[in-house]
């Protein structure tokens, strides 16, 4: 597929802090639409409020953000922008199925009024089949085990057919089959056009599964396509040193 011209998103000078005390600071980015991007960094590094003050869940000190047609209105696009949270963050005892939950993702497009159609509850058992999960479809949410919520949670990020997806730390805690169901998910979505954002821990599988990062410590240490930036000099300025234990090839 062709590539699509511009930016998905635009960071200027952005800023947030935890009382006083800055977690990433000026931070400047640019990614393009139609990448599927890692960021990653040590822990502690900012990754996830980086995302969060994208999304609007935390506001920042300073700086804007931008998404497709520049608009800096988070609340207008919510349609065309997915969110899948680390699945720690998550209250997994709410009383609702597999389906229900999966079925969150049309609701920006039907208000919380109109009833869910025919061809949103056929877009949702789509979705569930991509997955693996569309057999749960009635079981309880909480009942599933860590990696089979993450796939309800993927299934729920799809049925949106958002045009940018931010996605913290998908491959946590869930087993080799899930993390290959997953990533061959977020390579179809790239195919089709769309931009992921991913929070990534394991720095051996970005070069297989990425194809642009932004490696961040507090701040931006680099971006861009994975053969430009993802090298060890670049993870040395991003680990503080230790570098030399995270040797990989590329």
Not at 2 to 11: F, P, T
Request: glycine share 8%.
């Amino acid at each position: 597929m062709k590539k699509q011209q511009g930016y998905a998103v635009e960071v200027e000078d952005l800023t947030v802090a935890y009382d006083a005390k800055p977690v990433i600071w000026d931070i400047d980015l640019k990614i393009p639409k139609g990448q599927l991007m890692a960021v990653v960094g040590p822990n502690g590094a900012g990754k996830t409020t980086l995302i969060k003050a994208m999304l609007g869940l935390l506001k920042p000190v300073a700086g804007t953000v931008r998404f497709l047609d520049g608009s800096g209105d988070i609340r207008a696009l919510k349609n065309r922008i997915g969110y899948v949270p680390q699945s720690g963050s998550v209250d997994w005892d709410f009383p609702a199925t597999v389906q229900d939950v999966a079925l969150m993702g049309r609701y920006g497009k039907l208000g919380w009024i109109r009833r869910p159609r025919e061809s949103d509850i056929e877009l949702t058992n789509q979705a569930l089949q991509k997955v693996g999960m569309r057999e749960y479809a009635s079981r309880q949410i909480s009942r599933l085990s860590g990696g089979q919520q993450q796939r309800v949670f993927l299934a729920r990020a799809l049925t949106q057919e958002a045009e940018v997806y931010f996605m913290d730390e998908p491959f946590k805690g869930v087993d080799a089959q899930t993390e290959r169901a997953i990533i061959a998910l977020l390579k179809e979505l790239k195919e089709q056009g769309k931009t992921v954002v991913v929070v990534h821990h394991d720095l051996q599988t970005v070069p297989d599964y990425f194809d642009w990062v932004t490696l961040i410590n507090l701040r931006v240490i680099a971006s861009g396509p994975v053969k430009d930036v993802f090298h060890e000099e670049n993870l040395k300025k991003t680990y503080c040193g230790a570098g030399a234990l995270l040797r990989i090839a590329v």
